[in-house]
């Protein structure tokens, strides 16, 4: 499965066309910051009051919102209550709501919170952390939604989060001051072997003890970066990283000295890393490292007594670690795993909002997107791959094509994709506004941020919904020039070719179709299905 999306996504990249690609990865490159980062490993005087938080210390745990989710799941199945459950996740990318537009939909910071409750119902005790990339890479939301992420982990009552090469890549400090500082409460972002700290020395920290309850075992959290991303990070000339055994070990004895029962360790390295890390620092308990694929292992692995486990990528599951008190002084705990599929059982009961923060903070986040008018970010007019050919190729909307194409017209006038706009706009909820965000409107509009293609609402009302062009490339030059036998070839790179096989041909169409109907918006694509059976087939017979 994970294999064949890859296949399918290179493929699909690779048809995606040229001189498309927005340098945001560019624009958004580590501006030159004057940053030098203070060493944290001598900085042990940080551990002050606020980063240790007791139960007391947090929002009132609120009336569990009634999920359907706690009962009659086997989950933690034989489980007592745990002295302390370690809730783990990271690699977030950006998604803010469950990932994608079809059923099953997966993760989301609201399903998050509904998670929570439903520990704190049980009366569980919970310590939440962050591996990092909570950002995803380049976009032009990107740092708002690190923004809105590292506030609702405050709502959660996350205490700390560790920083991942999407963090960087946004421009660290610039993020940081905007999610953590001035925010008390927000979780606390660790690199232990980040050196010469400065201007991020009150941001970053190395590590931290937290207890859920005043009696419950002290968890010690620490952060590093592992040496594979250092290197990377390293070339950008900003960022320089310490030796990481030299640094934990510091770490490790600093956070004993504070009495620290459990050490978690947010490694943001490979899991071969972390298995060397776990041979050489036995006394970590658990290890959070980075997930080799976006499916997690439902396992944990083990190296000595150190418990390694990984989580995923776009915040769809989440790892519990219970940790239970054994009274032996050769090993004080043991520990339990269990990964969790934020499935739609987490989902807010309809009418329930109120119970769940979340959506407000979404909500809120779809109002700056429209009133910050991001949209008009993304309007780079870059070059549909047949304006690179006709530079002078224009987008006319699907009625343009009507009169000579009635077949293909009708075909598609009864068609979801004559609607998908208006889908966006009325049907998308918990937030609403959703046609103001780019990150939603690209596939549900024609020729989006292309030369002359969509831009918003008011001005291309004739592109919305995904419209002829939208597979076919901007039309008027064949429409002023219909005998023109290069402006018609040029408007279906998608017919057969000579000598093709169907199967290659199918391949072929498939890539266009797969830039939208991709694994995670189109949970259950077919291409023979979608094209055939449900009518997107629209082959011309009038002319
Ligand atoms: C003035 C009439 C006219 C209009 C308007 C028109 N077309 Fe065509 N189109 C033709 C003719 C004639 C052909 C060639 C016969 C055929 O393939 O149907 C053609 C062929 C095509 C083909 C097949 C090309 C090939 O070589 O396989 C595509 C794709 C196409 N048109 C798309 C569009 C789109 C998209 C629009 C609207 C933007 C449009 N046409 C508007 C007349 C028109
Ligand atoms: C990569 C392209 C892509 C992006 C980005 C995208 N969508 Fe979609 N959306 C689709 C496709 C494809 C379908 C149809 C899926 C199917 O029926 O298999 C769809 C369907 C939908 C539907 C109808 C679902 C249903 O039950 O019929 C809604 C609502 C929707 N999308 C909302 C959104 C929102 C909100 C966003 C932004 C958060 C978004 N989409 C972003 C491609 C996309
Ligand atoms: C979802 C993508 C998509 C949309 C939307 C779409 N087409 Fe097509 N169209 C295709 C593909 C793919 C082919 C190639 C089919 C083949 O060769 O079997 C095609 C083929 C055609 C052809 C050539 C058919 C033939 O073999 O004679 C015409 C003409 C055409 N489309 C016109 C239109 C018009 C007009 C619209 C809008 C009313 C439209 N298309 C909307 C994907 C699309
Ligand atoms: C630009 C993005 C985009 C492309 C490219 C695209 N689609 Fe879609 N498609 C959508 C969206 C968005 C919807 C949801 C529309 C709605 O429900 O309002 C959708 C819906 C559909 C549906 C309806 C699904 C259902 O169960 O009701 C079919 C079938 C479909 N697409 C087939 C195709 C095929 C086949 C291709 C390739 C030839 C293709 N699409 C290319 C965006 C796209």
């Not at 596939?443 to 989006?448: A, D, L, M, P, R």
């Not at 009302?461 to 490339?473: A, I, R, S, W």
């Amino acid at each position: 499965m994970e294999k064949d999306d890859q296949d399918r996504i290179k493929q699909a990249s690779a048809a995606r066309g040229t001189g498309s690609t927005p340098p945001y990865a560019t624009s958004l490159k580590l501006a030159a910051l004057a940053v030098t980062l203070v060493s944290v490993a001598t900085a042990t005087g940080f551990l002050a009051a606020p980063f240790l938080r007791p139960q007391e210390a947090r929002p009132a745990a609120e009336a569990a919102p009634g999920t359907q989710a706690d009962e009659g799941t086997p989950l933690f199945r034989g489980w007592p209550k745990p002295d302390v459950a370690l809730v783990l996740t990271g690699e977030q990318h950006g998604y803010l709501q469950p990932c994608g537009c079809t059923e099953p939909q997966k993760g989301g910071l609201a399903r998050r919170y509904n998670f929570l409750q439903t520990l704190n119902k049980r009366g569980w005790p919970v310590v939440a952390a962050d591996l990092g990339d909570i950002a995803q890479e380049a976009s032009p939301q990107a740092l708002l939604k690190f923004k809105y992420s590292m506030k609702a982990l405050e709502h959660i009552g996350y205490t700390a989060v560790s920083i991942g090469k999407n963090e960087v890549d946004l421009d660290l400090l610039t993020a940081l001051a905007e999610a953590v500082l001035n925010e008390a409460k927000a979780p606390r972002p660790l690199v232990a072997n980040l050196l010469n700290k400065d201007a991020a020395a009150d941001l970053v920290k190395s590590w931290v003890i937290t207890a859920a309850t005043n009696d419950g075992p002290k968890v010690g959290i620490v952060g590093i970066t592992g040496p594979e991303l250092a290197k990377k990070l390293q070339k950008n000339g900003q960022w320089q990283f310490d030796d990481e055994n030299k640094v934990l070990a510091g770490a490790i004895q600093g956070m004993q000295a504070k009495n620290a029962d459990l050490l978690l360790l947010l490694y943001q390295g490979t899991i071969d890393e972390a298995k060397a890390i776990a041979a050489k620092n036995p006394q970590i308990n658990v290890i959070l490292c980075l997930s080799r694929e976006s499916e997690p292992s439902s396992r944990a692995d083990q190296v000595g007594q150190t418990t390694i486990v990984s989580v995923g990528h776009k915040g769809r599951y989440l790892g519990v670690v219970g940790a239970y008190r054994t009274g032996k002084a050769d090993q004080p705990f043991e520990l339990r795993y269990e990964l969790v599929e934020l499935d739609p059982r987490y989902e807010t009961p309809e009418g329930k909002d109120n119970t769940n923060p979340i959506h407000g903070l979404m909500q809120e986040y779809a109002e700056k997107v429209r009133d910050g008018n991001y949209l008009a970010k993304y309007m780079l007019n870059s070059l549909h791959p047949l304006q690179v050919t006709f530079p002078n190729a224009e987008y006319l909307g699907s009625e343009a094509c009507k009169v000579c194409h009635k077949d293909a017209y009708n075909i598609w006038k009864n068609h979801p994709h004559s609607h998908a706009y208006e889908t966006l706009k009325v049907r998308a909820k918990r937030p609403t506004l959703r046609q103001f965000d780019g990150e939603c409107v690209k596939c549900h509009v024609t020729g989006f941020a292309y030369k002359t293609g969509f831009r918003s609402e008011e001005q291309s009302p004739k592109l919305l919904n995904v419209g002829c062009e939208e597979c076919h490339g901007p039309g008027s030059l064949h429409v002023r020039d219909k005998n023109n036998v290069q402006f018609r070839e040029a408007l279906n790179p998608w017919k057969s070719k000579e000598g093709e096989t169907t199967k290659k041909h199918e391949d072929r169409m498939f890539s266009l179709c797969f830039r939208c109907h991709d694994t995670d918006n189109s949970v259950h694509f077919d291409f023979p299905e979608y094209w055939y059976k449900k009518k997107t087939e629209h082959k011309n017979k009038d002319e």
